[in-house]
């Protein structure tokens, strides 16, 4: 199912900066797409254009539907939205945060869900680890226990499409890795995931396809091994891999 | 003029002794209950709900002019329109004005303008309804119907009727109401307005709710009592630590305690001699600055880490 999101010539103007300029991807379900580039590149205003949030010119596509005719209510149902920064302003405990992402699928009081909304959200509290943390306040966590929460968020919400911008950023090495494993679990599960990341190593050891994003355009859009080359990797970003090292192995892996 | 609670009961439900007890119990007292139950209510429910929609503690009905915007429409009614204090054309007046503000403020902000101009074109407006009625009492006819004016100001349930009842109460339910709709929506609010976006909330539907549900509740409620001020801002965090931050349940917990708080203020205003002219709105003001800062002593740490 090539094309269940499409995006065709999709650019999107902001005052008079044009900040993703004429982008043309296919994707399907299943594929866990990073896309990395320098700041400023523009890879959160196409993420968040994908989400809805941004407008933008030519066309989105979403399962056979443009996404503009999807109602927020049945987009909620198909996108999850993993923003940069996590915010939440009232010190909510971590399980009423994570139940909110059933409202997407109709629920009220986050206190009180049932069959499938509470199973939902006792599965993402079980696969992001923060059983430990149901209790405290969400606004008095680390920055790794936050970007978890934020993450068994949109996990409970349950969507085909997942769109998280730097899930990653702000964890330690052994988080950073089982949330990389964890995005790429919901891939194998049929998710589409499409996630900014900074970490070119992780984009590469993980993702099935790498978009790269350079002044506002995707300049490269394959597998990682092709996507980050050493042309792309000094043109894009202005490094180069060391000596020996394979952009496409990341030296850690988690303990039992 | 004292009342048993068997004479009060007799007067409610059965024969009183005397027929003067049953006109004082139900054409002065309960319609006066009532009003400050639904008042104290739809201030503390408003509160709650513009805590979360700015996402903000100090957030309180005031906040977009609707209340200030209400009493400048009613104090006008007696300052150029020559009406009397208590007429039912202050409450009228009073509506028309909160709504109008709203009109203002929905034509200068459009759909989807970031909140802070929300917030920035609301303080405007509630300068100029302010500004408006010093200029009403400035120019007021003569001394008297000046100082009427800083009476109603004030805030007060005295002398109102049934009449009062019947034209503030629609207008209160009808914002209650649509308020206390606005639950899931405002839970969405606190992972912010993106999010919420993403879970199905109609961000700016949702503002406009709020923003048009406080102007009929608060308007209608302003328009009948005056100023009543502090309860919109002290309700929700009276029953923080009760019901705890979910934006959503605070709407209810608020408006209960809102009435309780606002029923509590005129018993006390009852309860001081007659001969002092006490109006519930310096009460509400009186009593509840300090309660505030007992409640920020209590939870600086909560505030702390809104800072942060």
């Known amino acids: 199912m090539t094309g269940w999101l499409a995006l065709q010539s999709v650019s999107v103007v902001l005052g008079n900066r044009t900040v993703v300029a ?7 379900p299943g594929q866990f797409v990073a896309i990395v580039g320098p700041n400023g590149a523009g890879k959160t205003s196409l993420l968040r254009a994908v989400a809805g949030r ?41 399980r009423d945060i994570v139940g909110l992402g059933r409202l997407a699928h109709g629920a009220g009081d986050p206190r009180r869900l049932t069959g499938a909304d509470a199973a939902a959200v006792a599965d993402a509290i079980t696969r992001t680890g923060i059983g430990a943390i149901l209790d405290q306040p969400a606004t008095d966590l680390s920055g790794g226990e936050r970007a978890r929460v934020a993450l068994a968020r949109v996990l409970a919400q349950q969507t085909p499409l997942v769109l998280a911008d730097e899930p990653t950023a702000s964890l330690d090495p052994r988080y950073q890795l089982q949330i990389a494993n964890l995005l790429r679990d919901l891939a194998r599960e049929g998710v589409l995931v499409l996630a900014v990341t900074h970490d070119l190593s992780h ?12 002044r506002s355009q995707v300049v490269r859009d394959a597998a990682p091994s092709a996507a980050l080359d050493d042309a792309t990797l000094a043109e894009v970003f202005g490094v180069r891999a060391a000596s020996d090292a394979s952009a496409a192995r990341v030296p850690w892996e988690v303990l039992p | 003029m004292r009342l048993t609670p068997a004479e009060v009961a007799a007067a409610l439900f059965g024969q009183p002794d005397d027929p003067v007890h ?26 709650a709900a513009l805590q979360g929609l700015t996402r903000n503690p100090l957030a309180d009905p005031s906040l977009f002019g609707a209340p200030q915007s209400a009493a400048f429409a009613a104090v006008a009614m007696v300052g150029f329109g020559g009406v009397d204090i208590l007429s039912a054309w202050m409450p009228v007046a009073g509506i028309i004005g909160a709504l109008a503000s709203v009109g203002l403020l929905l034509l200068v902000t459009g759909r989807g303008a970031p909140m802070l101009v929300v917030v920035l074109a609301g303080l405007a407006i509630a300068s100029l309804a302010g500004a408006a009625t010093a200029l009403t009492m400035n120019l007021a006819p003569n001394f008297y119907a000046a100082l009427e004016i800083a009476f109603w100001l004030m805030g007060s349930l005295e002398d109102r009727s049934l009449r009062h009842l019947w034209l503030a109460a629609p207008f209160i339910l009808a914002g209650s109401a649509l308020l206390l709709a606005q639950g899931r929506a405002l839970r969405a609010l606190t992972l912010g307005e993106d ?52 934006p959503g349940r605070l709407l209810g917990a608020s408006a209960w305690a809102g009435a309780a708080l606002l029923l509590a203020a005129d018993c006390l205003v009852k309860l001081a001699p007659a001969s002092t002219d ?27 880490g809104d800072a942060q």
């Open chain 1, 22 to 28: 004429d982008v043309n991807a296919t994707f399907a």
């Open chain 1, 54 to 94: 941004l407008p933008c010119s030519g066309s989105i596509m979403l399962a056979g539907q443009p996404l503009a005719a999807i109602t927020l209510s049945e987009r909620a149902r198909l996108i999850g939205y993993l923003p940069q920064g996590h915010q939440t302003h009232w010190p909510l405990p971590v």
């Open chain 1, 203 to 214: 984009a590469a050891h993980f993702a099935d396809r790498v978009l790269v994003m350079n």
């Open chain 2, 22 to 47: 049953a006109i004082i119990v139900h054409d002065i007292r309960l319609p006066r209950m009532v009003l400050a139950g639904l008042i104290g209510a739809v201030l503390g429910l408003s509160g």
């Open chain 2, 195 to 246: 999010v919420a976006a993403s879970l199905g909330v109609a961000v700016s539907r949702t503002r406009v709710a709020v923003i048009v549900g406080v102007a009929l509740g608060v308007g209608a409620a302003v328009a009948v009592s005056g100023a009543i001020g502090f309860i919109g801002l002290v309700a929700p965090h009276l029953v923080r630590p009760l019901v705890g931050h979910d």
């Open chain 2, 278 to 304: 006490l109006k519930v709105g310096v009460i509400t003001a009186l009593v509840g600055a300090p309660f505030f800062l007992s409640l920020i002593l209590n939870q600086r740490r909560l505030f702390a």
